[in-house]
């Protein structure tokens, strides 16, 4: 088992800036891709950007082009999300997800682990 533990969330005025930590602990030999997801209220769960394992390719959503940057320290497993310009459209419960691939007798083997949630009030 991976647990992804979040924190950085809180409030903040329209173009203001916050950064949101993930630090794996427990099981996590094979992290592969890391990266957030944010659900707003009465939305489903989307995806905000993702960065991989060596090189560290990033991919964001069009909504947070420009605005946010994704970053990884593979040496104390941990994740970040630095986000500027906020916007009150951002705000959301931001989820930490960690995907591990594992080599077993039948083939790779993924899990996604999730983070229990960190919120995100941009105010006007």
């Known amino acids: 088992q991976v647990q992804p533990v979040e924190s950085g969330g809180g409030l903040v005025q329209a173009g203001g800036s916050l950064r949101l930590s993930c630090a794996a602990s427990?099981?996590?030999?094979?992290?592969?891709?890391m990266g957030w997801y944010r659900q707003a209220p009465g939305k489903q769960r989307e995806l905000v950007a993702t960065i991989t394992g060596l090189p560290g390719r990033t991919d964001y959503s069009d909504s947070v082009k420009g605005r946010f940057t994704i970053s990884r320290n593979n040496a104390k497993n941990t994740v970040y999300l630095q986000m500027n310009s906020l916007k009150p459209e951002d705000t959301a419960v931001y989820y930490c997800n960690i995907v591990r691939v594992r080599t077993t007798p039948t083939g790779p083997q993924r899990n996604d682990y999730w983070g229990q949630g960190t919120q995100v009030t941009v105010s006007s």
């Open positions: 427990g099981s996590i030999f094979g992290i592969n891709a």
